[in-house]
């Protein structure tokens, strides 16, 4: 099945990726892995990370994709591919999943969101920040350790106290 998603070369997008298990903490155990498969694929596929957030069963990023490349699926479907050849088989997979030689730690889909404006941009990054804040795994946003809002204060773009 083909998606309709936004395809702009150079656009920035908003990124919404669960795991299947919306009560695993696979993502913030396993971030190690899950950074070097990043990692991997940026070297592969360049793209900008403006923002990211790391929780413990799903992450939000906001990536800009080069000017002449709108293909962030490919990036996410290597992503996602890159942390499960990581980790050991132990999931629960359905039929139809072993059928199609899938495993069973990531939702298939994922969210993205074209952004359209420096306010929808800003919105979308203080979204990203205040995320762990809104799911009760932290006081204050700079209390979650797997946020890019360290980077963003230590650029003096936040001050410590946000969110």
Do not use: C
Not at 81 to 99: M, Q, T, V
Request: proline share 4%; net charge positive; glycine share 6%.
């Amino acid at each position: 099945m083909r998606y309709r998603r936004a395809n702009v070369s150079g656009g920035t997008y908003f990124f919404t990726v669960n795991l299947t298990d919306r009560s695993s903490r696979l993502l913030v155990d396993r971030i190690d892995d899950l950074r070097a498969s990043v990692r991997l694929v940026k070297q592969r596929h360049p793209f900008e990370i403006v923002a990211w957030i790391v929780l413990p069963d799903h992450l939000h990023a906001i990536w800009t994709q080069p000017q002449d490349d709108a293909d962030y699926s490919t990036r996410w479907a290597l992503i996602k591919a890159g942390f499960s050849r990581r980790i050991e088989r132990s999931e629960p997979i359905r039929p139809s999943r072993r059928a199609k030689g899938e495993r069973g730690l990531w939702q298939r889909r994922f969210w993205e969101h074209q952004i359209r404006d420096e306010i929808d941009l800003q919105r979308h990054i203080d979204y990203v920040h205040f995320n762990p804040v809104k799911h009760g795994h932290a006081l204050r946003a700079a209390d979650w350790r797997f946020s890019s809002i360290h980077r963003y204060m230590r650029l003096g773009d936040l001050p410590g106290d946000w969110g």
